[in-house]
C-alpha cells in the first residue's frame, strides 16, 4: 500500500464505454511549430472535456516541462559521447612495447599472482556507510534504522503526484515518472510490511519512501540487488532513538553497537569476554590442572 501525501484528483470524467478514438491529422510546419500546436489544441478542444479542467494551465505546463527535461536529458548524453569520441579519436596511438618491459611485466605477474587472483569484489570490500547508514548513489541515497529504511528520488522540478510510480512489494521496489525509465526496478535486501510503507512528494521535486522492515533486528548491506554492499560493522545508530525501544530490543541494540566498536578496535566482542571470564574461573576452581599446554581461542 502507498499513500500520496498530496492528494490529487481522477480525472474529472472517466471515458465512457461509446467513446472512441478521433482521428487527428496535421502536417508540421518546422518553421511555424506553435501553429502546429494551436491545432491539436483546437482538435483537443472540439473533441473532449480538458479545456474543462481548472488545471488545464499547470497540467500542460508539467507535460511541456517533462518533455523538456527530456530533451535535455538526451542532448547532454549526445554531447557527452560525443565528445568521448572526439577525445578517442585525438588520443596518440600507443608506443610500441619493448621486449624488456614484457619480460617485467611477466615477472610482475608471477610475482602477485596469488594477490591478483582474487575476485573484484573481494579488492573492493565493502563501503563505508553514509550519515544516514546507506549509501549515495548517482541518482537516489538511502539510508536506515534498525525498524526502517528511508529513500529519496530526485525528479525533474515541478513533477506532479499522478506521474509518479511507486510500486512497493514485500521484496521488490520499482520508482520512477512516467514515461521514463525507472530509478529503481530491483529486489530489496530483504522483506518489508508492505502495508506499513509509504511514499511522498515532497516540493514537487523529491520522492521520499518509507519502508518498515519486516525484521527489525538486522542491518542491510544494500537497498538494491546488485547495488555496492556497505560495511555494516561501521553502522552507527542514532542513541536519542534507544529510549523509544521496549527493554529487551534496546538491550540487544546496546549490545551489538558495543561489539561493533570493540571489533573496529579490535577487541573481543561480549560473547568472547565472557566465555573468557567462565575459562578464567574455572581455572581458578581447578588449581590441579594443567593449563600451560592449552590453545585457548
Known amino acids: 500500500m502507498a499513500i500520496l501525501s498530496e492528494y490529487e484528483e481522477q480525472d474529472h470524467k472517466k471515458p465512457s464505454s461509446s467513446s472512441v478514438a478521433k482521428p487527428f491529422s496535421a502536417a508540421l510546419d518546422p518553421s511555424d511549430p506553435l501553429g502546429f500546436l494551436e491545432k491539436a489544441f483546437e482538435f483537443v ?25 527530456k530533451l535535455e536529458g538526451e542532448e547532454r548524453k549526445k554531447k557527452e559521447a560525443e565528445k568521448k569520441a572526439a577525445e578517442r579519436k585525438a588520443a596518440p596511438a600507443p608506443a610500441p612495447v619493448k621486449k624488456e ?11 602477485n599472482k596469488e594477490a591478483q587472483s582474487k575476485p573484484e569484489e573481494e579488492a573492493k570490500g565493502p563501503r563505508a556507510p553514509n550519515k544516514l547508514n546507506g549509501l549515495d548513489m548517482d541518482t537516489y541515497s538511502w539510508g536506515q534504522s534498525l525498524q526502517e529504511v528511508n529513500i529519496y528520488v530526485p525528479v525533474p522540478s515541478g513533477t506532479k503526484s499522478r506521474f509518479i510510480v511507486c510500486e512497493i512489494k514485500k521484496k521488490h521496489l520499482k520508482v ?44 542491510w548491506k544494500y537497498l538494491a540487488k546488485g547495488e555496492p554492499e556497505i560495511d555494516t560493522q561501521k553502522v552507527e545508530p542514532e542513541n536519542s532513538k534507544l529510549g523509544d525501544l521496549d527493554p529487551e530490543t534496546r538491550s540487544t541494540v546496546e549490545k551489538m553497537m558495543f561489539d561493533q566498536r570493540q571489533k573496529q578496535m579490535g577487541l573481543p566482542t561480549s560473547d568472547e569476554m565472557q566465555k573468557q571470564e567462565l575459562l578464567k574461573k574455572f581455572m581458578a576452581e581447578h588449581p590441579e590442572m594443567d593449563f600451560s599446554r592449552a590453545k585457548i581461542n
Open 45 to 69: 478542444a472540439r473533441e473532449s472535456d480538458l479545456f474543462k479542467s481548472d488545471s488545464l494551465t499547470r497540467d500542460v505546463n508539467a507535460v511541456v516541462r517533462m518533455v523538456k527535461d
Open 101 to 111: 618491459e614484457i619480460v617485467k611485466v611477466k615477472e610482475e605477474a608471477v610475482v
Open 176 to 219: 520512477g515518472v512516467k514515461g521514463q525509465p525507472p530509478v529503481i526496478d530491483a529486489e530489496l535486501f530483504n522483506s518489508v510490511k508492505v502495508d506499513d510503507c509509504f511514499w511522498s512528494l515532497e516540493d514537487q521535486k523529491t520522492v521520499s519512501i518509507l519502508l518498515t522492515k519486516q525484521d527489525h533486528m538486522e542491518w
